[in-house]
C-alpha cells in the first residue's frame, strides 16, 4: 500500500520581501524565510520558537498559503498548494485554520460571539437553522470554556477580556474539525495571568480531536511550556533557518546548537538546585545582523561563543546528530 503523504510538507522555502535600497538605490531582499524544510503528520505538535524578526510570522503565513514563497515548494497531502483544483483548494483552506496574536483585531467588533461563530458553521454547511446554530456555537464555547454560553452568545469583541476573546477565536478556528492549526504568537498579546489557561486549552483541544498544531513563540518559556506538556517537535529558528529540530523533551533537556543552549539557559527555572547546576551561557553580541545582509558562513557567528573561523566562511549544514534530533553547527559536522 502507498504510503500516506504528509498533512503538510515544507521544501527548501524561501521567501524574500523586496525592499527599496535608499532613494535611487535598486531592489535589496529581507530573506525573511531562507532555506527551510519540515513536515508535519497528522496530530503532529510542532513549535516553532525564535527571537522577533527571524521569519517565524513569514513561514507560518506561507504554509497556510497567505504568503507566496519566493522559491521551493508547500506540499498539502503531497500536492502544491499553487496547484490545487478548486476543490482541492476549498479543503485545504477549511482544514487549516489560523489563530493569531492580536485577538481583537481577529474579530470584527460589530458582530456577537453568535454571529462570529455561525459564519463558518454556515459556510462550510456545518449547521444551518437557528436551532442548529445556537446549539453548535453553545457547544463550542463550552468547549473553549466560556460556560455557560448563554452568558457569552450575544456579547461583543468589547465586552470580553482579552482571554475570552482569544477562547472565541480558538472556537471558531476548532468549529470546522479543521487537521492544523497554526497558533502565531496566541498568548503574547494576553494578560500573563490568563497565558497558561490558553495554552493548556490547545493542548486539551489538540488531544481531544488530533488537531495537528504548528505553534509560533518568541518566548521560549512558552515554547518549554507547550512542548513539554505537548510533546512533539521543537524547532529553533534563526535569521530565516531552521537551526535545530528534535524532540521536545531532548531539544528543551539537552539542546544542541549554542543558540538554543543560551536560550534554554535564559529561560528562569523554578528549581534553584537545577538553575545552580546549569552552566549559563553568555552570547557574544546582543545584536540580531539584519536579514538583509546576514553573515556569511554559520549565521549565528557573530554571537556565538564557540565561534571559530570555519563559521565565519562555511555554511554548517543541518544534520542528524542524534535520533531525529538536527543541528545546524560545526561543533557537530566536519
Ligand atoms: N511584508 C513585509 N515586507 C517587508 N519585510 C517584511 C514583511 N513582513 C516581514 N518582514 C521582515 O521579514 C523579517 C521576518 O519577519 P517575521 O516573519 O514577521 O518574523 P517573526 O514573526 O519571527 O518576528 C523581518 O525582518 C521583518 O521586518
Ligand atoms: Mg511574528
Not at 515544507?10 to 519540515?38: E, H, I, T
Not at 505538535?45 to 527571537?51: A, K, R, S
Not at 510533546?231 to 549554542?258: N, R, S
Not at 528562569?268 to 539584519?290: A, F, G, Q, Y
Request: glycine fraction near 8%.
Amino acid at each position: 500500500m502507498p504510503l500516506e503523504p504528509p498533512l503538510m510538507e515544507v521544501r527548501n522555502l524561501r521567501v524574500y520581501y523586496p525592499v527599496r535600497k535608499g532613494m535611487f538605490g535598486g531592489v535589496a531582499y529581507v530573506k525573511a524565510v531562507d532555506g527551510v524544510s519540515l513536515v508535519l503528520n497528522r496530530g503532529d505538535i510542532f513549535t516553532l520558537v525564535g527571537e522577533s524578526g527571524c521569519g517565524k510570522t513569514t513561514l507560518g503565513k506561507t504554509i497556510v498559503g497567505l504568503v507566496k514563497p519566493t522559491s521551493g515548494e508547500i506540499l498539502y497531502k503531497g500536492k502544491n498548494i499553487l496547484k490545487l483544483s478548486k476543490r482541492e483548494y476549498l479543503e485545504y483552506r477549511r482544514n487549516v485554520q489560523i489563530i493569531h496574536q492580536d485577538p481583537f483585531s481577529s474579530l470584527n467588533p460589530t458582530k456577537t460571539v453568535f454571529q462570529t461563530l455561525s459564519f463558518p458553521l454556515k459556510r462550510w454547511g456545518i449547521a444551518r437553522s437557528r436551532r442548529d446554530l445556537i446549539e453548535k456555537v453553545s457547544e463550542l464555547l463550552s468547549l473553549v470554556g466560556l460556560k455557560p454560553p448563554e452568558d457569552f452568545l450575544f456579547k461583543y469583541p468589547h465586552q470580553l477580556s482579552g482571554g475570552q476573546r482569544q477562547r472565541v477565536v480558538v472556537a471558531r478556528a476548532i468549529s470546522v474539525n479543521p487537521e492544523l492549526i497554526m497558533a502565531d504568537e496566541p498568548i503574547t498579546m494576553i494578560d500573563v495571568s490568563l497565558r497558561i489557561g490558553i495554552l493548556d486549552l490547545l493542548l486539551d483541544l489538540q488531544k481531544r480531536f488530533n488537531t495537528a498544531y504548528l505553534f509560533i513563540t518568541h518566548d521560549f518559556g512558552a515554547a518549554r511550556y507547550f512542548a513539554a506538556k505537548g510533546g512533539g517537535l521543537i524547532a529553533v529558528m534563526y535569521l530565516g533557518k531552521i537551526v535545530e529540530v528534535g524532540p521536545a523533551e531532548d531539544v528543551i533537556h539537552d539542546p544542541l546548537h549554542p543558540y538554543t543552549k543560551v536560550l534554554m539557559s535564559a529561560v528562569p527555572v523554578p528549581d534553584p538546585e537545577l538553575s545552580r547546576k546549569k552552566k549559563l551561557l553568555k552570547l557574544k553580541s546582543l545584536d540580531i545582523p539584519s536579514p538583509m545582509n546576514p553573515p556569511p558562513g554559520c549565521r549565528f557567528n557573530t554571537r556565538c561563543p564557540f565561534s571559530k573561523p570555519k563559521c565565519e566562511r562555511e555554511e554548517p549544514p543541518l544534520i542528524e546528530v542524534r535520533k531525529k534530533h538536527w543541528a545546524a553547527c560545526w561543533l557537530y559536522a566536519s
